[in-house]
């Protein structure tokens, strides 16, 4: 009569850049190249492999969590991590079916309406189109329908469920304080449950227009917050204690003690809270105390017995309805008392401007081309899901109106993608937090700059205008922003890609690495018809010329370009569009003999005279390739700087040990000087191979005198990269006692830290090779095999080192 279910919403808000498909460098999330990456490190690739420990806190299981949970991924995310973490992707997907199979066919995977959009602040049409591209991609991804729906921040209203039954789905997971009143299915005297008081331990039905119906779910509110707020993931015993307790012999029903929370709490936002939950479930299921399942194999065989009726335009993360999202209601993050929260109303009320101006354009010129414009855009997921070629021209098949020339599906395209950004800017976390500058604020800025410039292009309208005057009632808590128009000119504008700026970047870029005739650059293919490069000591010129085509769009142009580069960070360049080769062909000519005659006033003057106003620099280039390149500049002066500094803390060590020997307060330079010196010497020591660990130990034990503060972040990555390498030398050559050897080394050496190092990849590989391959090995060295007992000794130091529980 007990079940249990723990449900996990992961989520992250969608981060590309909207003209480049893709996340660039995000410096907050050091020493990860952007959140996404950082918060799978730290939890959704942890929850796919997480340990359960035995009583000397030695691994002994490793297990999937997402096969014991319910659970949502964010469509956006899932589509980040198909490309960027595929072991990692295939994990949840595998977990699903696993469940499946497990539970009568009913997999733990639930779907996500689109991109977390507040569903009771979005119009009747963007609803409907959140649901559906959300029920397409779980189907692409899953390979299945899905039974239920998560709702962005559970933000529910009556349409919107009427909506959710329309499309088939059966359920969805509401907070307690959502629920208003309940009654028996049949019955006439209503019960009120405003205030939490709803019974969690079973299935409600909410009566919908036309005679629809579906189930909710409403899930401890007490437990869930103690999971997400309280703590209660320091300990997995007090956890699967408190999950116990949610369940009440005073109960005459079969009950299923469910929670939800943020999936983030296992592992993100509790350092190891992946491990509480496991470390749970296990507890629970191993003792039989209660059966783990899902919210659907749950509803399948308990259908509701009382129907319920909610609080409209409510959510689960704000108190006051869904004012988080529109107005300065009192929510926040915190951290901040001195700051207001006044410019989430301004900011809704622009991009709802800018969405109410570009509908019915959208609507018009697209029914130039489209049998239904609408139909158009809930189908369009499919061109989201598979951009080849095959797929974009079945989608113009099933809804173009007439054959369209390349020139026309150019144009549907922008007018498809001008609706995707139009529903991307009104992703949540534009307004969950503190301030307007913030990095999911500006994100969906970006994506309202995005709309701006389609339809400049498809309507000959500028609304830029008109938007920025409503931007403007956004007040920035922070001076220097000023307001939405000023951050929209900071950090939007520059942003903001044309095949002219696509050429610059690569222009620019050609100066430092080679590309091939044929290149993509981020959602951009480059076919290259000509290109000269000359070099002359630290100075380099580069001539060119190339078609640009945007792979999303098909929008394409035949661009000339020349670059000059005079050493250092010293760029100069021009992009043209080409309007006679044999011209083009003449200049590249001229400017290359002038090179050859190193008349660099002249390459300056001709670049100037043919590309005009359209100059760039190393600004111009796009963020990950200007990150790398500034530190392929820099790296030669840092080298120097670095061993002018080694040289004098060498010099000056006794007096630094005695310093701090007497416990005197040592002068700001000797602390700043010791500080990079030393930190700089145990990185170069950490990347050598193998790693001394004498050496290590000699200036960990230096550090620790001198009381220099280690660079913890970097030096932990370092040698958990370098430990990763390793382990996957081991899974290439798992019976090469060298690599085993090799991988000991900096075990051994990251055990001398400080300071924990994450291991997890490490520990994954090696416990992959316990399961089978030590147990053989040590067949044949009990037969008296050399290598298969050297191999042996090897393997069980590594899972000794490792804390691996090996038979």
């Known amino acids: 009569m007990q079940s249990m279910c723990v449900h996990g919403h992961f989520y992250q808000p969608p981060r590309e850049n909207p003209w480049l498909e893709a996340i660039e460098y995000q410096e907050s999330a050091y020493p990860y190249h952007d959140w996404n990456e950082r918060v799978t490190a730290e939890c959704y690739a942890p929850n796919a492999a ?3 420990l035995d009583g000397s806190n030695r ?176 300990d997995g015993e007090a956890f699967a204690n408190r999950l116990m307790s949610g369940f009440s012999e005073k109960r005459d029903w079969p009950q299923l003690m469910h929670i939800a929370t943020d999936g983030e709490s296992y592992g993100h936002h509790h350092h190891r809270g992946e491990m509480a939950l496991s470390y749970a479930v296990h507890q629970i299921e191993s003792n039989q105390l209660a059966r783990i399942t899902n919210y659907a194999e749950f509803l399948a ?37 001195d700051w207001n929260q006044q ?138 922003h000023r307001d939405g128009a000023e951050i929209y000119r900071k950090f939007v504008q520059p942003a903001i890609v044309d095949l002219p700026t696509l050429a610059a970047h690569y222009a620019i870029s050609s100066m430092f690495q080679s590309y091939p005739d044929k290149a993509e650059i981020y959602c951009y293919a480059v076919d290259r018809e000509a290109y000269v490069n000359r070099g002359a000591g630290k100075m380099c010129l580069s001539v060119g010329r190339a078609r640009f085509t945007s792979r999303i769009t098909k929008d394409s142009s035949l661009l000339s370009f020349g670059v000059l580069y005079l050493g250092g960070h010293n760029v100069t360049g021009g992009v043209r569009v080409i309007t006679s080769p044999e011209n083009d062909a003449q200049v590249e000519k001229e400017l290359t003999e002038a090179f050859e005659r190193a008349d660099t006033p002249e390459v300056i003057r001709m670049l100037d005279k043919e590309f005009g106003k359209n100059i760039y620099s190393l600004k111009s280039l796009f963020r990950d390739e200007q990150h790398r390149i500034l530190n392929k500049i820099l790296e030669a002066t840092v080298g120097e700087v670095e061993a002018a500094n080694r040289r004098l803390f060498e010099e000056n060590v006794p007096l630094i040990k005695f310093l701090a020997d007497l416990g005197v307060p040592q002068p700001r330079i000797f602390t700043l000087m010791s500080e990079f010196a ?44 370098k430990a990763e390498q390793a382990a996957e030398g081991m899974r290439e050559s798992p019976l090469d006692p060298k690599v085993l050897a090799q991988l000991q080394n900096v075990i051994s050496a990251a055990r001398l830290l400080p300071f924990r190092v994450s291991l997890w990849q490490v520990e994954n590989v090696v416990a992959a090779n316990a399961d089978g ?15 298969a ?7 069980t130091a590594l899972a000794d080192e490792l804390h691996l529980k090996v038979a």
């Open 343 to 480: 410019w989430r109303e301004p900011l809704r009320n622009a991009l709802d401007w800018l969405r109410d101006e570009v509908s019915p354009r959208y609507e018009s010129r697209a029914r130039e081309f489209l049998k239904d414009p609408w139909a158009a855009r809930d189908a369009y997921i499919d061109v989201i899901l598979d951009r080849s070629d095959e797929n974009v021209e079945r989608f113009f098949t099933q809804h173009a109106s007439r054959d369209l020339s390349s020139e026309d599906k150019t144009t549907v395209l922008k007018l498809l993608e001008l609706q995707r950004h139009a529903m991307l800017m009104f992703t949540s976390c534009g307004w969950f937090f503190d301030e307007l500058s913030g990095l999911e604020t500006v994100q969906v800025i970006q994506y309202a700059g995005r709309v701006v410039q389609i339809a400049r292009q498809v309507f000959d309208v500028d609304l830029e205008t008109g938007f920025l005057e409503k931007l403007a009632l956004a007040k920035s808590n922070i001076p220097e």
């Open 59 to 234: 691994i002994e299981h490793i297990v999937n969590n997402y096969s014991r949970i319910s659970f949502n991924f964010g469509p956006t995310l899932l589509s980040w991590m198909e490309e960027k973490v595929p072991k990692v992707y295939e994990a949840i997907r595998q977990a699903d079916r696993d469940s499946a199979a497990r539970l009568a066919g009913h997999g733990n995977a639930i779907a996500q309406a689109y991109n977390h959009m507040i569903m009771p602040l979005a119009n009747r049409r963007d609803k409907a189109t959140q649901i559906r591209w959300g029920i397409r991609d779980f189907q692409h991804r899953f390979g299945r329908d899905p039974e239920a729906m998560w709702l962005p921040e559970t933000a529910v209203d009556l349409e919107t469920l009427d909506l959710l039954a329309q499309n088939g789905i059966k359920f969805t997971v509401l907070a307690p304080r959502q629920a208003h009143r309940v009654r028996r299915i049949g019955g006439r005297a209503w019960k009120d449950v405003s205030g939490d008081q709803i019974d969690p331990t079973r299935a409600y039905q909410v009566r919908l227009s036309g005679r629809k119906k579906m189930a909710l779910f409403f899930y401890d509110g007490p437990i869930s917050r103690a999971v997400a707020f309280e703590g209660l993931l320091n």
């Open 50 to 52: 997480s340990r359960i």
């Open 773 to 787: 391959m030590l147990s053989a090995n040590r067949s044949l060295s009990d037969q008296g095999d050399p290598a």
């Open 789 to 795: 007992r050297e191999w042996v000794e090897h393997f």
């Open 301 to 337: 065989t308990n259908p509701p017995t009382h129907e319920v009726e909610i609080f409209e335009n409510s959510s689960w993360s704000c108190v006051h309805g869904v004012e988080r999202w529109k107005s300065d209601c009192g929510c926040n993050t915190g951290g901040h008392g």
């Open 678 to 721: 030393v930190n700089a010497q145990i990185r170069r020591t950490l990347e050598s191979d193998p790693i001394d660990r004498q050496r290590l130990e000699s200036l960990l034990h230096d550090a620790d005198k001198m009381r220099v503060p280690l660079d913890r972040t970097t030096l932990e990555f370092v040698v958990r990269r």
